[in-house]
DNA sequence: GCCAACGTTGGC
DNA sequence: GCCAACGTTGGC
């Protein structure tokens, strides 16, 4: 199976990185977007997601990998919402900030620049080994 | 705090 | 099924 990559958006003040840290691990609900729920349910236990930090700070801090496929949003009884179980895998030593990210020319084209407000979103193997490199 | 972008809703 | 109005997100 290969494993695919993602960036997820979380506002830090909602669930921040360093939150999840200390849980070890959540599901991933709150995503009421139907372009992010079809991400979300595209995603593959041992998939790798990018944490990116919304509003404040704008950056990507860390890793997360996939360790439970969709299932029905705990959260809610509408059966249109899946959430994804997330255990944290790595921090990135130095936050790749937005503005590194729009500078940066084999990045310009991923949906954190080009579609602002989509919270769950694919990344090509290229971009997100570009950003780890970034980070590290 | 403002506003642009864009998804969703609802009237016709 | 179109499209205007509205709500939400998120960068600045």
Same mark, same amino acid.
């Given at each position: 199976m290969k494993t695919k990559y993602w960036l997820v958006k979380s506002e830090p003040f909602k669930y921040s990185w360093e939150k999840f840290n200390e849980d070890g691990r959540t599901f991933w609900d709150g995503v009421r977007n139907y372009q992010a729920r079809n991400n979300l349910k595209e995603m593959r236990e041992g998939d790798l997601v990018l944490f990116y930090h919304s509003n404040?700070?704008? +950056?990507?801090?860390g890793i997360a990998k996939v360790v439970k496929e969709f299932y !029905?949003?705990? *959260? *809610?009884?509408? *059966? +249109?919402w899946v959430v994804v179980d997330l255990v944290p895998f790595e921090s990135l030593k130095n936050p790749v900030t937005l503005e590194q990210i729009k500078a940066e020319e084999s990045l310009k084209d991923i949906s954190l620049v080009r !579609?602002?407000?989509?919270s769950v979103m694919p990344l090509k193997a290229a971009e997100f080994d570009k950003i780890l490199q970034m980070g590290s």
């Open positions: 404040e700070g704008k +950056n990507v801090v !029905q949003d705990p *959260t *809610t009884d509408d *059966t +249109n !579609q602002g407000r989509l």
